[in-house]
């Protein structure tokens, strides 16, 4: 009896038990996550990039840069087919597909007196998106960016701009980090609970300190404050999160564009279940310090946080944050890159909150907000747990 029963057990529960590597993934290829006409001022590098065919391959040279990365990582938690390449006739209606979508490029460059040398950053921000095949839903999104320094003697221009980031994708490989963020994750069928970003508000005199086209191009400003939150939380908490497209409803759809058969794909996006709203209220510079040789700034961001569950009217997190840090700068610098600073600052604000959802630091806790938030972000920590 006692072996009839572990026979009983075994077989009950064995068929539910999904391993790993059990999980087929489709990798249909590099997409943009942006329309033709929008591709020159979001993508405009890898956007010419992606015209260069790699001859081996036959494919361009981002696309294969990126296969290549791919077929040779080791994926834990996934069983990815890399052989039907944008064959869609192949896949089953069932199928889980993978791609990597390029939401939004830019660099910025200024002189550094210190060293006599223009320093310029290209930062490129992305989403690994999983969907099912059948009814274009889509199942999980794991944001990631990178970013690449270009030192140089003289002001760069386009085509020097242009010709550093083709180095930087054929030789530096930046898409390796892919294998890591993908292992973080256990990529599931059906999601019972989801998460995102659903409003990014940006405040009239936060506009005061941003690039001259901020206002005209806000959209783009609205998707990167969400990208780059969304990145945070989810690295440190290992949780898909649901992408946000300003100027598209929750609920809406989101683009996907195939570069290597101008293959376009409406993908539909959940609602979340929890939702996030930031409310970017402005930015402070104050000389704090200065002396013969350089001066002490402190560059300060100021942010409201919503976190909520709309269907039960219930507010998890409802706080203003300030972030502050501290940049020198050398005396008699003229051009600096205020905006960059900025967002620097916030991309720390951003890292630190995610962090002390985890662990509170007592110090982050009293400079950052003015109100009390430990309990609250213990709360936080709960509900991240739910989406996972």
């Known amino acids: 009896m006692k072996k009839l029963f572990l026979y009983l057990i075994f077989f009950l529960i064995w068929p539910f038990q999904i391993t790993a590597n059990d999980t087929k993934i489709f990798y249909s290829g590099f997409s943009f996550s942006n329309t033709y006409e929008s591709n020159s001022r979001l993508a405009g590098y890898t956007s010419k990039l992606i015209t260069e065919i790699n001859k081996n391959t ?21 069983n990815l087919d890399t052989e039907n390449l944008l064959d869609f006739d192949k896949y089953p209606d069932n199928a ?17 007196y210190n060293s006599k040398t223009f320093v310029g950053f290209y930062d490129a921000y992305f989403q690994i998106l999983f969907y099912d095949f059948s009814n274009k839903n889509l199942i999980a999104s794991i944001p990631f960016d990178f970013e690449i320094q270009i030192l140089s003697n003289e002001k760069l221009n386009k085509n020097q701009i242009q010709d550093r980031i083709k180095d930087f994708y054929l030789k530096d490989k930046p898409f390796d980090q892919l294998e890591q963020k993908i292992n973080q994750f256990s990529i599931k069928q059906k999601y019972e609970l989801r998460i ?52 598209q409803s929750i609920g809406n759809v989101m683009k996907l564009r195939f570069v290597q058969t101008d293959e376009v794909y409406s993908i539909q996006l959940p609602n979340p279940d929890y939702h996030i709203h930031i409310n970017l209220k402005g930015f402070k510079k104050v000389l704090a310090k200065t002396s013969a040789v350089e001066d002490l700034f402190l560059y300060g961001s100021f942010l409201d946080f919503k976190i909520f569950q709309p269907d039960l009217n219930k507010v998890y997190f409802d706080h203003g944050l300030r972030g502050v840090t501290k940049v020198k700068v050398p005396k008699g610098q003229s051009e600096i890159n205020d905006w960059r600073k900025y967002y620097y600052n916030m991309e720390i604000l951003f890292d630190d909150f995610s ?24 709360a936080l920590k709960e509900l991240l747990h739910k989406v996972k």
């Open 196 to 247: 995102g970003v659903t409003n990014v508000n940006i405040q009239e005199r936060a506009f005061e300190e941003m690039p001259a086209n901020s206002k005209k191009n806000q959209n783009s400003i609205k998707n990167l404050l969400a990208q780059t939150f969304s990145k945070w939380l989810s690295m440190h908490h290992n949780i898909a999160i649901v992408p946000y497209m300003e100027g």
């Open 96 to 112: 889980i597909v993978m791609s990597v979508a390029l939401q939004h490029e830019e660099f910025t460059q200024e002189y550094n």
């Open 58 to 78: 036959g494919i361009n040279i981002i696309s294969s840069a990126l296969l290549d990365t791919i077929k040779n990582s080791d994926f834990k938690e996934i």
């Open 355 to 378: 962090k002390n959802i985890i662990k509170q630091d007592k110090k982050w806790l009293k400079q950052t907000s003015k109100n009390n938030i430990k309990k609250d972000l213990k």
